[in-house]
């Protein structure tokens, strides 16, 4: 460079600008309303659900004339308990109660040990016209219960066990039950086969494999599945009016409700305490059991 030329001063670079973009407020905004609309729909959808059952229970502690006179208001002037002392001693239902226990629980363990035995072996094993009993069975999933109420009548009148605990148990407990072995199957058909061949080399069958490790694995599946039974077998009507005609002191607690309805005259508000009385076991079993029932539901969708 020579000294004639005059020297050029370089100006140093701005730094860029790094200062982060403000964040948009409408779309936050729209998320906000969006999620406040979703919250007063869904609890506006709970109120409507939960309204019957705030009503039974306010109609189980009412008098008639104010049941009628104000059916809407679900808060009685003065509880009447005596509803439930008329329908536990007079309307019989503490010999229903021990019924439906009996049926029930009985009716329970049948299913799962029927329905474990039969979705493991159509579960994990592999054998000719394994397809076409399941075809079978989920055909048989749509008949109706009155369309075999007559067969299952005979044939349990002809084994003598027609006005009996060991009748109903076998009567709700004996069919099909194609959900539950479904259940099984796919739960069962999803767990590694190491399990059953470590099994083998320790010198275990089929049912020491079967009662010593797939049955404890499957726990989620029988809550499930135990859940289910207990509420059809809990709340049955046909089948054990069917079976107890003859012997009203069998009857369970959802043939029971008939006796509060005469010819003349019907006991509403013995009928709504007797409600609440077997809708009570029911709320109690499924909060025991709602996380297995929840994960055994999720599971069965994700195979």
């Not at 579960?123 to 008949?143: A, P, S």
């Not at 796919?186 to 061949?197: C, D, T």
Request: charged letters at 15%; hydrophobic letters at 50%; glycine letters at 8%.
């Amino acid at each position: 460079m020579s000294l004639s030329e005059p020297t050029v001063r370089q100006r140093p670079t701005a730094a860029p600008d790094t200062a982060p973009p403000r964040p948009r407020r409408r779309p936050i905004a729209r998320r906000r309303v969006t999620t406040w609309l979703l919250t007063a729909g869904l609890t506006v959808m709970c109120l409507i659900w939960v309204y019957p059952f705030a009503w039974l229970i306010s109609a189980s502690l009412k008098t008639p004339l104010e049941l009628f006179g104000k059916g809407l208001n679900l808060v009685p002037d003065e509880p009447q308990w005596e509803n439930y002392v008329r329908a536990w001693t007079d309307g019989g239902f503490s010999t229903y109660m021990v019924n439906s226990i009996i049926v029930t629980v009985g009716s329970v363990a049948l299913v799962i040990l029927r329905s474990a035995l039969a979705g493991y072996v159509l579960g994990r094993f592999d054998f000719v016209g394994r397809k076409l009993i399941i075809g079978i069975m989920v055909v048989t999933f749509f008949l109706p219960e009155g369309y075999t109420i007559i067969a299952v009548t005979q044939i349990t009148d002809s084994m003598g066990l027609l006005n009996t605990h060991l009748g109903m148990i076998l009567g709700l407990g004996a069919g099909g039950h194609v959900p539950a072995l479904l259940l099984y199957a796919a739960y069962f058909r999803s767990l590694p086969k190491e399990l059953e061949e470590s099994a083998k080399v320790d010198g275990a069958g089929h049912f020491r494999t079967f009662f010593r490790i797939m049955l404890p694995l499957s726990m989620p599946v029988t809550a499930t599945v135990g859940l289910l039974q207990f509420l059809t077998a809990w709340n049955a009507f046909l089948l054990p009016l069917v079976f107890t005609l003859s012997q009203p002191d069998l009857r369970p607690l959802a043939v029971g409700m008939v006796g509060f309805v005469s010819q003349n005259y019907t006991d509403h508000t013995g009928m709504a305490a007797a409600a609440v009385i077997s809708l009570t076991p029911l709320v109690i079993v499924f909060i025991l059991l709602q996380r297995h029932f929840v994960n055994a539901v999720a599971g069965a969708v994700k195979q």
